[in-house]
């Protein structure tokens, strides 16, 4: 089926900027809902941002000003530009494709984030 591969974390000063990507591997890209998601050991996984297949978008209150979701169906692709980073941005952030209507629900290995004081 669908794979979501995610890049572009790594290590960062507090107030930094990273950008992270995420590739599918079909052209069934187009017909998704996608969001970036984020986790802590211990704590739930929660969204930070989304958008849909029509390009609305919507974000987490913690981050919202900061962070940016964008779609390049062409690359079947969709980014997160992190901008303003604090040392709570830190997790593992992972990509998300849903199909709307079904069941079908795609998830990418993750990729870490870290950023220091």
């Known amino acids: 089926q669908v794979q979501l591969v995610e890049s572009g974390g790594g290590l960062v000063q507090a107030g930094g900027s990273l950008r992270l990507s995420c590739a599918a591997s079909?052209?069934?890209?187009?017909?998704?809902?996608m969001g970036w998601y984020r986790q802590v050991p211990g704590k739930q996984r929660e969204l930070v941002a989304a958008?849909?297949?029509?390009?609305?978008?919507n974000y987490a209150d913690s981050v919202k000003g900061r962070f940016t979701i964008s779609r390049d169906n062409a690359k079947n692709t969709v980014y997160l530009q992190m901008n303003s980073l604090k040392p709570e941005d830190t997790a593992v952030y992972f990509c998300?494709?849903?199909?709307?209507?079904?069941?079908?629900?795609?998830w990418g290995q993750g990729t870490q984030v870290t950023v220091s004081s």
């Open positions: 958008i849909t297949s029509g390009g609305s978008t």
């Open positions: 079909d052209r069934i890209f187009r017909l998704l809902d």
């Open positions: 998300n494709g849903r199909l709307p209507f079904t069941t079908r629900d795609y």
